[in-house]
């Protein structure tokens, strides 16, 4: 009954590979917007994300906070929070840290 560990082996090979094309993406993904964002704040160009989330997060206390994106073009983050079902974005400068704008 030679047939459970060749199956085993065989599961073990099929899960270490299915996550190879995820790091694979990784050094792409540094080059994108989150790359971006970090090379920036290195630089001392715009504020880490996690100076801007101590800032605006006291300011949603009521709202569950979902994560952010950056974008390099406007310098700014888009933080998003929930709350009632109802999903916010908070648009904030990178540089200075200043609220430009919400949408719901």
Known sequence: ????????????????LAGVPARAQQ???MRGEQGEARR?????NIM???????KIL??????????F???STARAYRLKFIK???????DVDARTGRIIGRSR
Do not use: K
Not at 1 to 14: G, R, S, W
Not at 40 to 44: I, K, L, P
Not at 58 to 67: H, I, T
């Open 48 to 54: 880490r994300s996690g100076e801007i989330e101590a």
């Open 69 to 71: 994106a950056y974008d």
């Open 27 to 29: 050094p792409d993904q």
């Open 84 to 90: 009632d079902g109802r999903v916010t974005y908070v």
């Open 58 to 67: 006291p300011q949603m206390r009521d709202a569950e906070y979902l994560g």
């Open 40 to 44: 920036e704040a290195q630089a001392g």
């Open 1 to 16: 009954m030679n047939v459970q560990p060749a199956l085993l082996t065989a599961a073990l090979a099929a899960f270490a």
